[in-house]
């Protein structure tokens, strides 16, 4: 039976808080003490514990997911401890890779992040204000940047590489220049204030039963809207807190950027949380909490919709959905340009979990989000206890009914609307719950005492189980299968500490336990678990003033019990019957230590009863000796009832009080106080005295295994290793030096040892004591996972490939390793067999590719908006629009195209705004010009009024834009230039003959390094097409596109995309060949989608794609494109054979031409060979 080294975490710690998150890959991993527990998240199993630190764990972070679709590579995890320690984990490998500090400077936060060229870099904060970035691999210091002001965390854009926020508490510092190949700079800080002059929004409710409703929902929202960012040296003055409903903005826990609005910042504050836009510096909503609500602990914004799943510090997890106060859809221009309406929102809470009964001991420690799928939500307590809910719909559970199986939602894109979308983004009659689909428990409450079951014979190997006995301070056992890693049974046996567990059989033990250890008397408590039937019998009575238990031992064939009182004779008890056999007298010697005899005897017996009738039944012999506290040895022998007195003579070599005992076969060894081992051989009457330095010898155990030779001794100091053969020690483990200290250990198998660390956790280790940790893939219990990151590589790929489609077997695909997977994932997976784009994405979130995610979902748009595009141009080739469906070939086909792509916009779903770049040119602008309005509204005067008359200018919103320009004070500086630009856009549009004009101003102006006063020109002439290339060839990339995509026809705005695609994000400086794909996905360019995929070696996606395109129609080869498509199958062909699946490695090599064919040829001569 093979046991793997595991580490079984315990209880947390203060210092863990917030040490929770949850992978791409599916796996939870969470701080416990010292050590990092990782569970998966399908089976809720402890996978495995990384052990490394020394001092309690703070802060850890996964590696996000990078590598190509269709690839595998190593789990990487960082963590940091309270003594400034950054640990590199290899957790496939089960291995700590590098070990980083700085002066031993506490870290205050922590993330692994891939730049957009998929290198890894971990970034972390040290106190008081250090920001270092590190290389993972190599462990080398990159750069650090040291502020001036102390900071406690930071969050990274989700949207651009380069910018930055750090969260100081009462301020927030920006940092736009962040790169990975040099220190940023200082940044800028802003502080949070109010403009006590400000008039409320302009969207206030007019009737008071509608501002009572509004109040209600979000919490006197309109004062607080009124904050700001402000700097220090300006003449606004800080919150004062006026009143208990004040703000306090002491209280900041964290500051993170919103993960569905771009330049939009989430501040969580323990009763409100602000949505505060960073383009005007002002809050844009608040969600505030009743002072009878819980305060929140923790917030998630989500990525896939503009939702948020909220934490208190009463364990419930809160699921919050983003709605427009006066409204219900999010009507994105439509709504912010009509009169009367407001794009002004807030969160609305939807569904909520189950509290939890917080007590001293039971606290909420974190919260963690299912990244891929955003459906499911992870809490842990300070217990350990870490609990999933699942959010789903109540009509998902009623339809299903009792036997059916219930609808799978892949993730949380599929349950609601984008908030784009200009529908309501939960349909009204829809419900949501939270649902327990998980719990996993953990070791109680340290220290611990620990007894492994009887050894694994040749007569008890087709039932034995592995288990081990853990007892703890709460009077708790709780029993795990080491093999596993699984709990069997969490038994509350006693009502105080457990002290000693002995196995009565493999089924059975007794514990027991007292709750004063310093004195001589006490009450003690004596219990047998019966395993199997959780049933616990307290077979003993403590009686008043009896002495406190010492020990108990049990002999060796399970048949005699011994219970040694520390201040009270020992008694003799019959295990089968759980009967006294015999108290013995008052001047009986004080027990130090006792052992049974390995050895035994049966005698068997016929007695005749009153009829005539003789039964027989066996009599046990067994003998045991004892060490009292004048170092003399006293031999006993039991037999029935009788227990009879041998032989009592010094215990020779030992030098104090004889503490520990081991018997196996002819050789007893004992252990004394002054750390003296003696091996005193009983055949030749031989004894060898060994001085051992190490301080007490606390346990003495001997290896099960006949001819096993190897002595586990547990001293004060060290856990050593021993040969009774060579007399030499094998291993040691010294404590506190090399972990901490050791307060309990014993043999789990023939080559395994383990051991009860004071710091809250159990270790199995090998007999080196070198190795807590094993390989992932080596842990028999992941067998039962459908996590494919838990299983080799070429598993690992088998799975890979037979979630994704599988064009050559349709009616019957390969699923050999797909037997874990629940039945309602089969049934997604079967349904969506006959729509490639919706299979992939599906297999994406199963697989938790954050990529393959964001290029299925769009994708799905717009290969149903080509479709829709081709169906009104059936009669063209294919290979006269050059593969680009949405550039039409003459400008007459493109006048008529306006009218249809309005429909074929709306005909669909808009993509969530976290992806609004890539979505349609009408819903960008849509979504701008609702940003634009709703900032409108919030700003008051300053430079976030100019701003917002600039892009309503670029938006085309000239009355708007007007508007703003006048509404410039007389004594401001900017009074007379304004008014200028207002007469400008009231004049332009009615005079034809200024154009020249303005063109040849405007080009002057970007000649004098006035670009935006230049762009802003040629936009008002209709020259925005020439203003894109201005701002790309001055290397204002985002900008071009941003313009193109609000002021051209698709036509042009694909040229300016596809110039951003070749000469920005593909050159090598850059390398951001993933942006690149998504957008040219964008532009409708299916083949250079092709081709850049080909390029990044994704020749899975790549595949998938092309066979999802041919489905739909939308490709077909050409001439020009046949040699990129037979170069793509060729390679995903290559790849299948190497997995085995020949069947799909056929069809591919079918389709790549001449080469193809020679590999058909080569793979029959080697099926043929062999």
Same mark, same amino acid.
């Not at 909520?352 to 974190?366: A, H, L, N, P």
């Not at 043999?747 to 094993?774: C, E, N, P, R």
């Given at each position: 039976m093979k046991i793997a080294a595991r580490v079984f975490p315990g209880t947390l710690v203060s210092q863990n808080k917030g040490a929770l998150i949850w992978g791409d890959h599916g796996l939870i991993a969470y701080a416990a003490n010292t050590t990092v527990a990782v569970v998966d998240s399908t089976t809720m199993q402890h996978v495995t514990a990384l052990h490394s630190h020394r001092s309690p764990i703070t802060k850890i972070c996964w590696a996000p997911s990078s590598i190509p679709v269709g690839d595998v590579d190593d789990l990487f995890l960082a963590s940091a401890d309270t003594s400034g320690f950054i640990i590199i984990f290899n957790v496939t490998a089960g291995k700590a890779k590098q070990k980083l500090s700085e002066s031993n400077k506490v870290v205050n936060a922590l993330e692994l992040f891939h730049t957009k060229n998929s290198e890894l870099y971990l970034l972390s904060l040290h106190q008081p204000a250090l920001l270092i970035l590190w290389n993972p691999k190599s462990g080398e210091q990159i750069w650090k940047k040291s502020f001036s002001e102390s900071l406690s965390s930071f969050s990274r854009d989700p949207f651009s590489e380069d910018c930055i926020v750090l969260n100081g508490g009462g301020f927030v510092q920006f940092v736009k220049d962040f790169s990975c190949s040099q220190a940023p700079s200082d940044g800028t800080r802003f502080f949070l204030s109010s403009n006590s002059s400000a008039e409320p929004p302009l969207s206030s409710p007019s009737s008071s039963s509608e501002k009572n409703r509004v109040t209600s929902m979000f919490f006197d929202f309109p004062r607080r809207s009124r904050l700001m960012l402000s700097d220090r040296s300006s003449s606004k003055a800080q919150i004062s807190v006026e009143d208990d409903n004040q703000l306090q903005l002491s209280n900041l826990l964290s500051v993170k950027y919103h993960c569905t609005r771009r330049n939009t910042l989430v501040?969580?504050? =323990?009763?409100?949380?602000?949505?505060?836009?960073l383009d005007i510096k002002q809050t844009i909503s608040v969600v505030s909490l009743e002072r009878s609500t819980c305060p929140f602990v923790e917030v998630y914004p989500c990525r896939y919709r503009d939702a948020?799943?909220?934490?208190?510090?009463?364990?419930?997890?809160?699921?919050?959905?983003?709605?427009?106060?006066?409204?219900?859809?999010?009507?994105?221009? /439509?709504?912010?340009?009509?009169?009367?309406?407001?794009?002004?929102?807030?969160?609305?809470?939807?569904? /909520?979990?189950?509290?939890?009964?917080?007590?001293?001991?039971?606290?909420?420690?974190? @919260?963690?989000?299912?990244p891929a799928t955003e459906m499911k939500a992870a809490v842990v307590t300070s217990e350990g206890k870490l609990l999933v809910w699942e959010l789903s719909p109540v009509s998902r559970h009623i339809d299903a009914g009792v036997n059916a199986v219930p609808q799978y939602i892949a993730s949380i894109s599929e349950l609601l609307n984008p908030s784009t979308s200009g529908q309501s983004m939960l349909p009204e009659e829809e419900k949501l719950s939270f649902f327990l689909t998980g719990v996993s428990n953990s070791l109680s409450q340290g220290p611990f005492v620990i007894r492994m079951c009887p050894p694994l014979t040749t007569k008890n190997f087709h039932i034995y189980q592995p288990y081990l006995a853990v007892g703890s301070v709460k009077g708790t056992i709780q029993i795990f299968d080491i093999q596993t890693g699984h709990m069997v049974r969490d038994e509350s046996v006693l009502s105080c500490q457990v002290r000693g567990i002995e196995w009565a059989s493999l089924h059975s033990l007794v514990a027991h336990g007292c709750e004063n250890l310093n004195g001589n008397t006490g009450k003690s408590e004596i219990a047998f678990v019966n395993i199997k039937t959780g049933n616990v019998t307290n077979f003993r009575p403590s009686k008043p003033d009896e002495g406190v238990v010492q020990m108990i031992r049990i002999s060796h064939m399970k048949h005699y019990m011994v219970i040694v009182f520390k201040n009270k004779p020992m008694e003799l008890?019959?295990?089968?019957? @759980?009967?006294? @056999?015999?108290?013995?007298?008052?001047?009986?010697?004080?027990?130090?230590?006792?052992?049974?005899?390995p050895s035994s005897f049966k005698k068997k017996l016929t007695t005749d009863d009153n009829e005539g009738y003789s039964s027989s039944h066996s009599m046990v012999k067994e003998h045991f000796v004892f060490t009292d506290n004048t170092c003399l040895l006293h031999h006993y022998t039991v037999e029935g009832s009788l227990i009879k007195d041998g032989s009592t003579i010094g215990a020779q070599g030992v030098s104090g009080t004889v503490t520990a005992m081991g018997w196996k076969n002819e050789l007893l060894c004992l252990g004394d106080v002054n750390s003296n081992i003696t091996f005193w051989n009983l055949r030749y009457k031989k004894t060898s005295n060994w001085a051992m330095g190490k301080g007490m010898v606390r346990k003495i155990r001997f290896a099960p295994g006949k001819e096993n030779s190897k002595i586990l001794m547990l001293f004060n100091e060290e856990v050593q290793v021993y040969d009774r053969v060579t007399y030499m020690t094998i291993s040691s483990l010294s404590f506190p030096k090399a972990i901490g200290r050791v307060s309990d250990?014993?043999?789990?198998?023939?080559?395994?040892?383990? @051991? /009860?660390?004071?710091?809250?956790?159990?270790?199995?280790?090998?007999?080196?004591?070198?190795?807590?940790? =094993?390989?992932?893939?080596?842990?028999?219990e992941l067998s039962e996972s459908y996590l494919p990151c838990v299983y080799p590589a070429s598993q690992q790929l088998l799975i890979n490939y037979q979630l994704y489609p599988q064009p050559w077997s349709v009616d019957s695909p390969e699923q050999s390793q797909l037997v874990n997977f629940p039945d309602n994932i089969k049934k997604s997976l079967q349904l969506s067999a006959s729509n490639n784009t919706q299979h992939c994405l599906l297999a994406s979130h199963l697989c938790g590719n954050r990529f393959a995610i964001d290029f299925w979902t769009i994708a799905s748009h717009y290969m149903k908006v080509l479709k829709n595009r081709q169906s009104g141009n059936a009669g063209k080739n294919a290979d006269d629009s050059k593969g680009n469906l949405f550039v039409p070939s003459t400008a007459e086909e493109e006048l008529t195209k306006d009218s249809d792509s309005t429909s074929a916009h709306e005909a669909f779903a808009s993509l969530e705004s976290s992806l609004e770049i890539f979505s349609t040119n009408k819903t960008f602008k849509e979504n701008e010009l609702s940003r634009v309005t709703l900032q409108e509204l919030k700003n008051y005067g300053g430079e976030a009024r100019l701003d917002c008359a600039r892009r309503y200018i670029l938006l085309g919103e000239y009355d708007r834009a007007v508007h703003l320009l006048l509404q410039s004070e007389s004594d401001s500086s900017s009074s007379y230039t304004d008014s200028l630009r207002a007469c400008l856009?009231?004049?332009v549009r009615t005079s034809g003959a200024s154009q020249s004009t303005l063109k040849l101003v405007a080009t002057s102006l970007i000649a004098h390094g006035k670009l935006a006063e230049g762009v802003e020109l040629l936009c008002l002439i209709d020259k925005s097409l020439d203003a894109c290339r201005y701002l790309q060839s001055y290397g204002h990339w985002d900008e071009a596109v941003w313009l193109s995509k609000v002021t051209l026809p698709d036509v042009d705005s694909a040229e300016v995309i596809s110039r951003w695609i070749n000469d920005y994000l593909t050159s090598p400086s850059v390398n951001q060949k993933k942006q690149a794909v998504l957008a040219a996905l964008s532009t409708g360019d299916l083949m250079k989608v092709v081709e850049l995929l080909y390029g990044m070696q994704c020749f899975s996606l790549a595949a998938n794609f092309i066979e999802a395109c041919f489905q739909e129609g939308l490709l077909a080869v050409t001439k020009k494109n046949s040699p990129t498509i037979e170069a793509v199958y060729l390679q995903y062909g290559r790849l299948l054979n190497d997995a085995d699946m020949d069947n799909g490695a056929i069809y591919c090599w079918g389709k790549a031409g001449e080469q193809g064919k020679q590999c058909l040829v080569e793979m029959q001569l080697s099926s043929s060979s062999n």
């Open positions: 501040l969580v504050y =323990t009763q409100d949380i602000l949505i505060l836009d948020m799943y909220c934490l208190h510090d009463n364990g419930t997890v809160v699921f919050r959905i983003r709605k427009l106060i006066n409204g219900t859809a999010e009507a994105g221009g /439509s709504e912010g340009s009509v009169a009367g309406k407001s794009p002004e929102f807030g969160y609305e809470s939807h569904c /909520s979990s189950d509290g939890m009964r917080i007590t001293k001991s039971q606290k909420v420690y974190g @919260l963690a989000v299912c008890w019959e295990m089968k019957t @759980l009967t006294l @056999l015999r108290e013995m007298p008052s001047n009986f010697p004080t027990v130090t230590s006792l052992e049974w005899s250990a014993d043999w789990a198998a023939s080559d395994k040892i383990a @051991l /009860s660390i004071a710091d809250g956790y159990v270790a199995i280790t090998d007999v080196s004591m070198q190795h807590f940790m =094993t390989y992932l893939h080596a842990l028999p856009l009231a004049t």
